[in-house]
Structure formats: C-alpha cells, structure tokens
C-alpha cells in the first residue's frame, strides 16, 4: 500500500495568466482548490479529532445533506 502523499497520487494543476491579471487567476485557482474541498480539508486536519468525533461529525454531515436532498425534492 502507497502512502497517501505518494507522486503518483498528486494532481498537478495549471491556471493561465491572461494579460497580466494575476488577481483574476488566482481567484480562479482558489476556486479550483474550494471545489475539490482542500479548504475544507485543511481546515478539517488542523487539529487532532478523536475517532468518536469524527464518526459523529460524519454522520451529521450525511444527515445534513439527506435533510437538504429531502428539502429539494419534496418541492417536485
């Protein structure tokens, strides 16, 4: 088994500068990075989380997002 932050398991990224507006580039990175929920994730790993919390934090998540697919189709 390889470990997680093997080379082979990193994804490289590429944002193109047009006419020198970095801003409007790393905007469109940092949106990239949001959409593959690295924030989320960093932010997530910042502090140790026991194997009970995490459980629980699990399932709260997936109680969330039954609650908002429910809440969206109760609509139709």
């Given amino acids: ?3 997680p932050n093997d080379l082979s398991q990193r ?3 590429e944002i193109k500068v047009f006419n020198n507006n970095v801003e409007k580039a790393l905007k469109v990175a940092k949106k990239k990075l949001a959409g593959e ?3 989320r994730e ?3 790993r910042r ?7 995490r459980k629980k934090a699990k399932m709260r998540e997936a109680q969330r997002r ?4 429910l809440a969206k189709h109760r609509m139709e």
């Fill in 1 to 3: 088994m390889r470990a």
């Fill in 11 to 13: 994804v490289t990224m």
């Fill in 37 to 39: 929920g690295l924030f």
């Fill in 42 to 44: 960093l932010k997530r």
């Fill in 47 to 53: 502090f140790y989380e026991k194997p009970s919390v």
């Fill in 66 to 69: 039954r609650q908002k697919w």
